[in-house]
Each structure stands twice: as structure tokens, then as C-alpha cells.
């Protein structure tokens, strides 16, 4: 038989005793990391920082956009996101506080949907009646408000007085699943992560002329929801409060409440 003759295929009993071995791969793995995640928590109180929030969205963006481009391409993109979701919440968890407080209006199921599937299994989650209460949770040690954008309610005009919260994800957070219809705040730190969108509100109630303005200055714009007299828009890229493109737009009050990475595409 000559060296190039393709090998027999495995015996289903040969298939089997590797997923076993594989398993036993992934659960040393998983534990390694969790011991790391410990380590990263003793050094962080040995460093005087124990009980700061953990959370570092620009970070995590990068991270799964890594995994996504490496990944073996017979685990489904979906899959992967999942269990890295699953471990990165843990190890937030295991850092400090973390937890959870979900507003979501008249979709109230989807919108805690979203907040699982973004933040994993980890954290508690508690669903509260009014907006302000979910952002008033998000003002505690790691506290992450989940809150839906609905066409009944303008919540996140109020982070325009809010300079410590901020929009720092939008969900859902991959670009199959569906437009944006809830984000998430939390006193934390916003970084560029090189594909980004910028959560800008205004009070011009022209929708197209705000977005012809922007666009003659180069910034392309969508609306996301508008209530109150107030609209909420995505900026694609990453703007500062001050940029004078924003500050030329139409509109007396008008400023920027966040940033989040862009839909992750699969």
C-alpha cells in the first residue's frame, strides 16, 4: 500500500474514547483557568484594587474577536461565542461583585434573554419594574444594568446627566441575531477597540436632516429609538464627547452616552 493511501476511518468505539479524552482535556482546562481567574483576583487585592469592578468590555471585545478568526471551523461561530460568554463571566464573578439588573419594558423575556447570553450564567439577575431602578443598580459595586430600547421611553436621555454610566454594549451583540434592541450600562471604563460604535443622543427631532448633516461631515449615523422629544443614535466608529462633528450637528442638547464594540459577524 502505497504512503499516500488515505487511513482507515475510526471505529465509532475509537471516536467515542476520544470525545472521552477530549472532555478530560477541556475540564483540566476550564479549572486551570478558573485558578487563574483566582490568581488574577489575589493579585488585584494584594494591588489595594479588591471590590473594583473587573469588567473590561474593550478587552473582552478583542478576545472574542480572536477566538472567532482562529476557531476550528467545525465548531459553529454560535457555539464558541457561547462557552466563551460562559468563561469570561466566571471569571468576572470570581474577581468581585457582579451582577445583573434587567429592565425590559414590554419584552421583558427577550430583553433577560440578551442579558444571558452576553453575560453568562454567572451573575444574578434581577428584573426590575422601572428603568431608573436598573440604573440606579448599575451605580453599585459591579452592577450591570440590561435595558431595552423601546419606542415608549427615552431611559437613556437621563445618562446625558450621568457622566459615570455609560452604554457600553449593545445586544444582541451579534449581527445574525437581529437588530439592536436593548444595551447594557455600567460605571466602567469605554476604549476604542478598532470597530466601534458611538451612542449619541439629540433633542433635533429631524431625523434626516441630523443624519445628512452628520454624513456632510463624514459620520455615518442611524437611529435607534425616539421618544420624548429625544433621539438615540449609532455613530459608526469611536467619537469623544467634544468632537466638533457632533458638536456642529443639529440640536441644543445633544451628547455622547457611550460606546460599544460593533455586532460581532459570524
Known amino acids: 500500500m502505497g504512503k499516500d493511501a488515505p487511513s482507515a476511518p475510526l471505529s465509532l468505539d475509537a471516536v467515542r474514547a476520544r470525545i472521552d479524552a477530549v472532555d478530560a482535556e477541556l475540564l483540566q482546562l476550564i479549572g486551570e483557568r478558573a485558578e487563574l481567574a483566582r490568581a488574577v483576583a489575589e493579585a488585584k487585592r494584594a494591588a489595594g484594587d479588591n471590590g473594583k469592578f473587573g469588567l473590561r468590555p474593550a478587552r473582552e471585545a478583542q478576545i ?3 477566538i472567532l478568526k482562529d476557531r476550528n471551523p467545525a465548531a459553529s461561530a ?23 439588573a434587567v429592565w425590559g419594558g414590554k419584552a421583558e423575556s427577550r430583553v433577560v434573554e440578551l442579558a444571558r447570553l452576553r453575560f ?3 451573575p444574578k439577575l ?17 452592577g450591570v444594568a440590561v435595558m431595552a430600547l423601546t419606542p415608549d421611553s427615552s431611559w437613556w436621555g437621563r445618562l446625558l446627566a450621568e457622566p459615570t454610566l455609560k452604554i457600553f454594549a449593545t445586544l444582541p451583540d451579534l449581527a445574525a441575531s437581529g437588530p439592536t434592541s436593548a444595551v447594557a450600562v455600567a460605571q466602567v471604563e469605554i476604549a476604542p477597540t478598532g470597530a466601534d460604535q458611538t451612542l449619541w443622543v439629540t433633542d433635533s427631532a429631524d431625523i434626516g436632516k441630523t443624519v445628512d448633516a452628520l454624513s456632510r461631515d463624514g459620520v455615518a449615523a442611524a437611529p435607534l429609538v425616539q421618544h420624548g422629544g429625544l ?5 459608526a466608529g469611536y467619537y469623544q464627547q467634544h468632537d466638533a462633528r457632533l458638536t456642529r450637528a443639529p440640536g441644543q442638547l445633544h451628547g455622547v452616552i457611550g460606546a460599544a464594540p460593533e455586532p460581532f459577524d459570524l
Request: charged letters at 20%; proline letters at 4%.
Open 64 to 66: 472574542v474577536r480572536r
Open 78 to 100: 454560535n457555539l464558541v461565542i457561547r462557552v466563551w460568554r460562559e468563561i469570561m463571566g466566571d471569571s468576572l464573578g470570581q474577581q468581585g461583585p457582579f451582577h445583573l
Open 120 to 122: 453568562g450564567s454567572t
Open 126 to 142: 434581577a428584573v426590575v419594574a422601572k428603568a431608573e431602578d436598573a440604573l440606579a443598580a448599575a451605580k453599585t459595586p459591579g
Open 231 to 235: 433621539t438615540l443614535y449609532a455613530l
